[in-house]
């Protein structure tokens, strides 16, 4: 019994991100759901996205932490259209809360939506929102076994990053190590090295992500 209900929830999960991903395409809005541990850097990834991006592509954002708007603000002082949602003690977004925060973006003049999961590593793996682009962030500080420890976001994502590049001599960080794992896991994944702090590796990304944007 409890496994069927388990079943009824995913699935009608399931069936939201589908129409999300429906309402996304009719509009030619390419989402990237992006997920990491809290401190990894999400939001300040996507800031420097953001503004690489300027002029070249429309972005638009969801913010999704337990509380606080703390990082929407970021993102609006930016002039770039945002929508906070607070889960309350949900581990990771769920499709009907992206369904309801696209109703309050201007689609229409978005290209690129970008998603900011609630940081941890297990919930948002398995949780469907309508994504085009699945994107994990692992930072240098946190050590090079998260992979090892959190496999199933490694093997889920289109594109690992690993951030925080500029602590890498300060860190306990095997770059190869992390990548071998990574690659184990799945062998299809792109792997970029960037520095949100300086914007290493930023334009190497962007131009991955416009390229995969454009075909989705
Ligand atoms: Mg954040």
């Known amino acids: 019994m409890k496994i069927e209900v388990l079943k ?5 999960n399931d069936a939201i991100a589908a129409q999300n991903r429906n309402k996304l395409d009719e509009q030619g809005v390419t989402a990237v759901n992006i997920m990491a541990s809290p401190g990894a850097g999400k939001t300040s ?80 793996a398995s949780q469907a929102l309508g994504e085009h682009i699945k994107v ?5 500080p946190e050590g090079d076994d998260k992979p090892s420890k959190y496999p199933l976001m490694f093997a889920e994502s289109d594109a690992v990053i690993i951030n925080k590049i500029d602590l890498a001599p300060h860190v306990d960080f095997d770059t190869a ?13 792109v ?16 131009h991955w992500l416009t390229a995969k944007a454009k075909k989705s």
Do not use: R, Y
């Open 8 to 12: 009824n929830i995913s699935s009608a």
């Open 45 to 124: 990834f996507i800031l420097q996205t953001i503004d690489h991006l300027k002029g070249k592509l429309k972005t638009s954002v969801i913010e999704g932490d337990i509380a606080s708007k703390i990082d929407a603000d970021k993102i609006d002082e930016k002039g770039i259209p945002v929508v906070q949602i607070n889960t309350g003690g949900n581990c990771s977004l769920e499709a009907h809360m992206i369904g309801s925060s696209l109703d309050k973006l201007p689609l229409k003049d978005t290209e690129i939506l970008f998603i900011e999961n609630v940081g941890n590593l297990i919930c948002p």
């Open 136 to 140: 994990v962030i692992a930072s240098t």
């Open 177 to 189: 190590g992390f990548k071998k794992v990574v690659q184990g896991l799945n062998p299809d994944v």
């Open 191 to 206: 792997i970029f090295e960037v520095s949100s702090k300086t914007g290493d590796g930023i334009e190497k990304w962007c």
